[in-house]
């Protein structure tokens, strides 16, 4: 009983739910953080090693994310713990048990994460029809395919530009991880006059200091293959990305990457995070101390939800990519105003305002979380 309220602050959540079946090896647990700004939005994850904390962790980061994004939505996540690999049919099994056990919590949408795709997202439908990230036959956007996040990444770099004394064009751009977030976000760089030196992937880094051709490494990826197959550049160690002298670096990988250790190796001007937590916390104040520009990751990477969301309105892609570019660049523009006005790190700009936007939300309540009203949460 204590355990589950150490959670508790000012912002949720409002609900943790233990889910067990054990007839198909269920085990779950769903957060539910704050619903006042409308129901929740956040991805099902299915890994081995979660934990009630990091669901916690993760379904924050989607309320705060979702309402710097200006969504009528609340952040939630839930975890399966299981091998995201285990055979399809079992796998069907247990995302539908998830989903069935939860027809009735309103206050939670599904989403896609790790472990989980468009394919699950239409089994989650099937059962109880709340899911986004659907398959296009069902009417989904496929924002991965589309590369959602890395349009809406590339509205930031734009942004904070306009905070720095150098241009898009002609600048060298460095980016780690070559995914759907790190290949897109190369793609329409290089289509705006950036030059790609660097790139990355779980094998190892390529450079090219006159800039790589994206359209290869795109047929590379395609083909199963790594970056690192490209003939036109220097092949080096996967950790070497850190080192080269760049203007801009994108983060698209894995969380934690720069930390007290390394940060001081890297060489850019503005970093615009394209993954969830890439920085730690102690690396960014040093970054923000050495007056490199941080745009961060929650405002930089919402371009994923804020297509979900809109998906799940009914939108078409071309609206979605619409939205994703507006409010992105708004809310950069807020964020890097309120940083350089009161003298704070974007990060805790971007904190201070969406918790705003949530508690504004929860003040026009009657209970700050809950909501009596039918079929809305
Ligand atoms: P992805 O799985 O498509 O791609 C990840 C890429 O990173 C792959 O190229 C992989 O080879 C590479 N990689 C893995 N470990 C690495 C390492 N240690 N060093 C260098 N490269 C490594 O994933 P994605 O969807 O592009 O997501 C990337 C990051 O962005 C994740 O942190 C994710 O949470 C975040 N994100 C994604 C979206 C989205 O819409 N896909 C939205 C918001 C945030």
Known sequence: MEDMFNFADELGPSKIIHIYEPSVGLKGILVVDNIAMG????????????SVSECF???????????????????????IYGDPKMPLQQKQQIVRAAAASLRNQEAYIFGP??????????????????????????GGIPLDEI???????????????????????????????FGSVG???????????ATIVAVNDSRGTIYNADGLDID??????????????????????????????????????????????NVDRLSAKLIVQG??????EGAEKQLYEKGVLCVPDFIANAGGVICAAMEYQGSTQKTAMATIAEKIAINTKTVLD?????????????????SERVKKAMSLRRWSLFSSAPHFI
């Open 57 to 79: 962790r993760l379904a924050r980061s989607m309320t705060l994310k979702n309402a710097a994004a200006g969504l009528p939505h609340g952040g939630g996540k839930m975890v």
């Open 113 to 138: 994460d790790m472990g989980t795709n468009e394919q699950c997202m239409a089994w989650i439908r099937d059962e109880n029809g709340r899911s986004v990230g659907l398959p296009r036959e069902l």
């Open 39 to 50: 129901p929740s939005i956040g991805g099902l994850r299915i890994a081995p090693d979660v």
């Open 275 to 280: 993954a969830n937590i890439a920085i730690t």
């Open 183 to 193: 290949k897109h976000s190369a793609r329409f760089l290089h289509e705006q006059g």
């Open 216 to 261: 290869a490494l795109f047929e590379l990826k395609q083909a199963g293959k790594s970056v690192i197959d490209y003939s036109g550049g220097k092949s080096l160690e996967q950790d070497a990305i850190i080192d080269i002298e760049c203007d801009i670096w994108i983060p698209a990988a894995r969380p934690d990457i720069i930390n007290e250790h």
């Open 338 to 354: 309120i940083s350089k006005a009161e003298n704070i790190q974007p990060r805790e700009a971007a904190i201070q305002m969406a």
């Open 147 to 177: 590369g959602a996040t890395a349009w809406g990444l590339i509205q930031a770099v734009n942004v904070a530009l306009s905070y720095l004394d150098f241009e898009l064009d002609g600048s060298r751009v460095v980016i780690q991880g």
